[in-house]
């Protein structure tokens, strides 16, 4: 939709989506580092790619978003389909995707010289909406809450986002990621970085969020996709092949009855 000067757009209150993955594969140069991975992550929940270092998750996260496809070497077959709907047809563009399937990464990167509020609503302006500046203080204030910030810098909006702690920051680059209305999240091992204390308030935010976005996060820390997922999916890459998932379904039962020997063995903490 194009809007002119003197209009703004209407607030809109995305759906949730559900996101699925179909026979992915996906290389960097001739090296193959995914083979045929297959998940659907189901609207409105927080499902957990879990699996040791080098097999495939962040780049399976990257993936979904269109955020592979920057690497110069990188490829990819298979099908992403948001709600039905592939997001790598060639009538999408890069930018919808972007739009309505949001990152925040391993290590916050907030805009350190752009103002709390300047970081919240920098989106806006990237994805072509328009707002007026009473909508977008109530952007800010929406999505500062959402992230679980608000109360702590509400009375200092103007100061830099840089200065804030490691924890702060990260539920900043959440309030950003919230600004332009996502209908998916994804999460990149976004507590890694961060203390105790600014971990449990971040997956408390995550736990929040999930009425609103359905949420995909890869961590490394079992006792976190326990605490946050209700599904959970255990790639494996063993022996330079490329990285598989060995198992998925339900967090409960992946933790408490694995079907799989392997699964067991590493949510067990015996190997990874």
Known sequence: MTLTADRTEPAVTPSLAELDAHDISAW???????????????AGQV???????????????????RMHELVPSASLAGEVQLDGVDIYDPSRKLIDARRQ???????????PAMSIYENVIAGLKLTGMRKSRDEKDALVEECLTKGGLWKEVKDRLR???????????????????LAVKPRVLLMDEPCSALDPT???VIEETMLELVNDVTIVIVTHNMQQAQ??????AFFLASHGT???????????AMFG????????????GRFG
């Open 28 to 42: 960097f140069g001739d090296h193959k580092v995914l083979d045929r991975v297959s998940l659907t992550m189901p």
């Open 47 to 65: 499902s957990a790619l879990i699996g040791p270092s080098g097999c495939g998750k962040s780049t399976f996260l990257r993936i979904l978003n």
């Open 101 to 111: 399937i949001g990152m925040v990464f391993q290590k916050p990167n907030p805009f």
């Open 159 to 177: 100061a830099p986002g840089g200065g804030l702690s490691g924890g702060q920051q990260q539920r900043l680059c959440i309030a950003r990621s």
């Open 198 to 200: 600014s971990t449990r």
């Open 227 to 232: 605490r946050v997922s209700q599904k959970c």
């Open 242 to 252: 490329p990285g598989v998932i060995v198992e998925h379904g339900d967090t409960e």
């Open 257 to 268: 009855d694995p079907q799989d020997p392997r699964t067991f063995d590493y949510v067990n």
